[in-house]
């Protein structure tokens, strides 16, 4: 499935035409389309490509060197240093119009006492070269990379990060998908493109969990017990405190309570699951009802992790045991519909932020988040700089919003001291009787059924 990224390319492309090299960092989390958007950009410029390796400086410039030599280049031995590769290349491609180099995973170039960044500067120096440095590991790149490099960090030109899709771009893709599949898909694999492909789109959601996650030895499986283990020592621990995450456990004190390990173990292992965006913290938009407000929230950031340690993971034995609909009805089946409404709100958000670049709300807002209440939250509240509030309340529920739902809504409002000029309510089920006539007499009060108005971006 080709997934575009017009700007990101366009954004490679901006540097490339320049005369001047250019060396920028290219990053973003394993599946989000880097090496399938960087195909499209290097197809036809007859780029320098490296694939590096978890290994010794030695046998790093080992493999360089050998796969450089199959491709033209000759060095004077199998192991040259870094400046005799770069001055090769600067020799072969100096007659080209502009020279491109991919170093991928170019964090494993850079362990230790490395001379790849001394002499990736020193090359770039005599040529005008565009050089992309190319990472999975978010968390190094944002909090790391910098003090590593040292020096070295004034030569980079720019950063490009490769984000997960959002909801809207992988409704292009699946174009066939009913909404409730598309929401459901999206709880379950997110934006992240290399796990698209693993559903077949003309099965329903349920046949696609049972086949492709479900049954023994399938890529999903497999990658659900691999989510840790390339970035992180210790997956144990942090299997267990995204295990408690997933269950509803998400302030510190129900972790401790949980795991067992000290708040400040807890604390540590959580900023390196947020450095590597695994994790987030939740920070509640701000009112003046700062008393009902809950603090110190943590969650699961993508959904196949939060999908894999909320059912999968505290249930792998029966999943050893069972057949893949057993397992499905015995423990997916109960809490899925649950588990989408959380996905469903954030999809209701982006919608809304949409509708607001599109200036097709009453007012345009200026910033917006969720209020996370000790009795209840609000979805999403939204505001401009001359005091216009917007609220937004969702339910995934094919049972539809009552007038009991919308009293509870005004409830929090009330507890977060908001009084709202707009109230979006969207609903997977409709609306009853009493709640549609309550919209009848409160202009400000709009009614999204989803299901008879799908949510459209165009």
Known sequence: ?????????????????????????????????????????????????????????????????????????????????????????????????????????????????????????????????????????????ENSMVKKIGRAAYSISGFLKIKELTFREISRYYKAYTLEQLIETYSILGGITGYLPYFDKTRSTRENICEFILKEGTFLQLEGNR??????????????????????????????????????????????????????????????????????????????????????????????????????????????KEYCGFYFSKICREYMDYLNEERKLPFHYEKSGIWAGKDGSIDMLASNGQGKVLAVFTKYDKGGMTYEDYQRYLYHLEQARVMPDDCYLFSMGGFDERLRLEAKVKLHLYLKNVKEEPICFS
């Open 1 to 141: 499935m080709k997934m575009e990224r017009q700007s990101e390319l366009e954004y490679l492309t901006g540097f490339y035409e320049k005369k001047q090299p250019g060396l920028l960092v290219v990053y973003g989390q394993k599946g989000t389309g880097k090496t399938t958007m960087l195909k499209e950009f290097i197809k036809d410029k007859n780029p320098v490509y490296y694939l590096a390796r978890e290994a010794s400086e030695r046998e790093q410039l080992f493999q360089m060197a050998r796969e450089l030599s199959q491709a033209g280049y000759e060095f004077s031995s199998e192991f040259p240093d870094y400046q005799e590769v770069f001055g090769k290349i600067g020799i072969k491609n100096r007659n080209r119009e502009k020279p491109v180099l991919v170093f991928d995973e170019f964090q494993y170039l850079i362990k230790g006492q490395s001379a790849f960044m001394e002499a990736l500067v020193e090359f770039l120096q005599k040529t005008n070269a565009l050089v992309l440095l190319v990472s999975s590991f978010v968390g190094f790149i």
């Open 227 to 336: 989510l840790l283990e390339e970035v992180l020592r210790e997956p144990a621990v942090y299997h267990s405190i995204l295990a408690a995450l997933a269950s509803g456990k998400k302030k510190l004190n129900d972790l401790y309570k949980h795991t067992g390990f000290s708040r400040a173990k807890i604390s540590v292992y959580l900023k390196n699951l947020m450095e590597l965006e695994f994790v987030e913290k939740v920070f509640s938009y701000d009112t003046k009802g700062r008393e009902h407000v809950q603090k110190g929230l943590y969650q699961i950031r993508y959904p196949y992790m939060d999908f894999w340690f909320r059912f999968i993971f505290p249930n792998l034995s029966s999943l050893s045991m069972r057949k893949p609909e057993e397992f499905y009805q015995a423990y997916i089946a109960p809490g899925f």
